[in-house]
């Protein structure tokens, strides 16, 4: 008898995560700057990273203009380039 080949639905879960909104135009905020070192730390992580969109759910004009900000306040020293 030959056992038939059952083909299991591999953990069938659907991942639908939230669809996150960009907080800067959520919230029609002025455009970023990189004197805005507050709102700036929020996108980085604790080793100084910049989050990817996928995370952060930045549109993509926002995350471009959070990225060249958080680059321009480093080079000025108000955010790290690496912590620890
Ligand atoms: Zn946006």
Partial sequence: ???TPKKKAAAKKE???KRKVC???AEKLPPINYKDV??????ISER???FPRRISGNCARHQRDLTTSVKQARIIAF????SE
């Fill in 38 to 43: 507050s709102r700036l730390r929020k996108f």
């Fill in 1 to 3: 008898m030959a056992a």
């Fill in 15 to 17: 991942r639908r995560p």
């Fill in 48 to 50: 100084g990273k910049i």
């Fill in 23 to 25: 907080t800067f135009c």
């Fill in 79 to 82: 955010l790290p380039f690496v």
